[in-house]
């Protein structure tokens, strides 16, 4: 009887001891080195239990030695050939070495860093505030290699559509908007979570009713069919654009980061198009004659500042026989500095040859609609040639990055390349107008790109779709890959490198939105934004002009954790970037030699 409590005795402190050791594992943060989606922290993080884990897709067991790697195509077409013999050793050599790149990684001490917009030392050293440069891009000339910490309770963001609705508290907590505009209904807390009920400044009745007026005051607007890409200038929390999603239009949301905290971060935490930017002494990162409405909703620019030059880019931006939606009370207003406001706009909007084609007074809150022209008629009728018209120089493709606000104006495009694209979604297959491409080419890349799309991406890249909503195309080219993406419920934002091919104009004619960028430089985005990104043929012509690994930690800071990178290049490329990934504890996989995925997760050092 004493040898068997003995021996229950001494079971039970074993079994006591191997309890305070598993607890001690888990708690410990060195944990997360060997198990990454097991520690306590993350179990307490229980959305992040969603994580997909990384399924390999096998190789194919049949090889013949393969020729060199095609060089990549201009127009980023992929290189799909599927009778392509792959070697299969070459890929044994590197895919199934998990060796990593030794690199003691550090965190960056802000969970929202961005680099280009948090350099306090170079705002600092600005002489004036005055027309906006303090929130313009200031890159450090060091690219940081830091790694951006999560959040503390960081929780993997609730799926689409419910996202649009609410978010998790924890993933951008920032209360002071709530207080900031309590009366005004765009944003609540309620319990874990932030509520977006749909109203806003302008939006008395709800974003919904709001849209709705603009449509029945102006008829010929036609939200999804005439009218299909939108700029939201100033958009607060973004439930205009995200409204209009379901009316199948795609806005592209924009702010600056300023004293209203996080508004950029809450549109893309909601799973809206947006991106960081402002009106200052630079032109926006976007290409003449794009957008078909551009919407502001009092946002607080003043159009008529720094001589006119704010108005004069969305002018420049803004498709000719394009619309302006303003919505503000200084249209309606009384008092003199009000009154004030609107003769000077009157007068602005009328020498830029804008007609006034809606006015109308809604729930206590004025908006006006202006025209822009679809030819230069108006402006050779003028008086006064003021502002002037610009010159070739001042107008010069791809001249959108880092470049000074016009003073002129543009003339309208002539032919078929001023004309307005066709209705939603026959725009989507119909050959842009330009040079740059031939009929034959367009309707090549664009059947590739669906072959590819379906039979690769979608089918064979072991990537959970259900969960990508947020997708970046680093080199988008023609806007292929968002073309063959079109009927998912996902958007994509088309970077166009601004060393390369300028192909915006095109991509926004196809009715996509879309951004120029230079990849050496970090992206106006919140950490965590991107549910996938994918480049096609950048990164090898990229190595050569910065370090592939601050590219790489940019990547890491914009994907969020369960989310993916897609890589097509060659294969010396993606040997060297696997042991980079590995580093930062991605898991990676290749598919036929040809295409590296990477999944992301929580780890943080």
């Not at 995925?597 to 780890?603: E, P, Q, R, T």
């Amino acid at each position: 009887m004493n040898i068997f409590q003995s021996r229950k005795f001494s079971g039970l402190c074993v079994l006591s001891i191997l309890l305070v050791s598993v607890t001690i594992l888990l708690l410990t943060n060195d944990t997360i080195d060997l198990f990454p989606y097991l520690s306590l922290s993350y179990l307490r993080r229980s959305s992040l239990s969603d994580v997909p884990t990384f399924t390999p897709t096998s190789s194919p067991t049949t090889v013949d030695s393969p020729p060199p790697p095609p060089e990549p195509p201009v127009s980023q077409t992929p290189v799909v050939d599927d009778d392509e013999p792959v070697d299969q050793d070459l890929e044994m050599d590197w895919v199934k070495d998990k060796t990593s790149l030794k690199v003691e990684w550090k965190r960056c001490e802000s969970p929202d860093y961005m680099p280009c917009l948090d350099n306090v030392k170079a705002i600092k050293k600005l002489k004036s505030k005055r027309n906006m440069e303090h929130r313009e891009r200031h890159c450090p000339v060091l690219a940081p290699r830091c790694l951006v910490p999560l959040p503390k309770r960081y929780k993997v963001p609730l799926p689409w559509p419910k996202s649009r609705d609410m978010i998790w508290y924890d993933n951008a907590p920032h209360p002071k908007l709530v207080d900031y505009k309590k009366d005004q209904n765009w944003i609540r807390k309620t319990g874990p979570f932030f509520v977006f009920p749909g109203g806003g400044t302008q939006f008395k009745d709800g974003v919904i009713h709001y849209i709705n007026y603009i449509q029945k005051t102006l008829p010929v607007l036609e939200w999804g069919k005439k009218v299909r890409v939108v700029l939201d200038v100033g958009c607060g929390v973004a439930s205009f654009g995200g409204t209009l999603l379901d009316k199948n239009v795609i806005t592209m949301s924009f702010a600056p980061k300023d004293e209203h905290e996080a508004q950029i971060q809450f549109a893309l935490e909601r799973g809206i198009p947006a991106t960081l930017a402002v009106i200052g002494t630079q032109k926006l990162p976007f290409p003449d004659n794009a957008y078909d409405v551009i919407h502001c909703a009092r946002c607080r620019v003043h159009w008529h500042g720094y001589g006119g030059r704010p108005l004069l880019e969305l002018n420049r931006i803004l498709r000719p026989g394009g619309f302006f939606v303003w919505s503000a009370t200084p249209v309606y207003q009384h008092d003199e500095g009000h009154r004030n406001v609107w003769k000077t706009m009157e007068s602005l909007t009328t020498s830029m040859c804008w007609k006034v084609v809606a006015r109308t007074r809604f729930t206590k809150v004025g908006f006006v609609i202006y025209q822009k022209p679809d030819s230069d008629s108006c402006y050779g009728a003028r008086k006064n040639n003021e502002p002037p018209l610009c010159n070739e120089e001042d107008t010069k493709k791809n001249s959108s990055w880092y470049t000074p606000l016009l003073s002129c104006v543009p003339k309208v495009p002539v032919g078929l390349s001023g004309k307005w694209p066709s209705q939603w979604p026959g725009r989507l297959a119909d050959r842009p107008v330009t040079e740059q491409i031939s009929e034959e080419s367009f309707r090549e890349d664009t059947r590739l790109w669906s072959e590819t799309v379906s039979d690769i991406y979608l089918n064979g890249l072991a990537i959970n779709w259900t969960k990508i909503h947020n997708v970046m195309d680093m080199n988008a080219g023609y806007g292929g890959f968002a073309a063959a993406l079109i009927n998912k419920p996902l958007w994509v934002m088309n970077v166009v490198p601004v060393q390369g091919e300028d192909t915006l104009s095109m991509i926004f004619d196809r009715g996509l939105i879309g951004i120029y960028h230079e990849w050496c430089e970090s992206f106006n985005t919140y950490p965590r934004s991107y549910d996938l990104l994918h480049s096609s043929f950048l990164l090898t012509n990229l190595s050569q002009r910065c370090d592939l690994v601050e590219v790489v930690v940019e990547i890491d800071r914009i994907v969020r954790p369960g989310g993916y990178l897609v890589v097509q290049d060659t294969v010396e490329m993606m040997k060297k970037l696997n042991p980079i990934l590995l580093s930062l504890r991605w898991s990676t996989n290749v598919y036929k030699g040809k295409f590296l995925v990477g999944l992301k997760s929580s780890w943080r050092p």
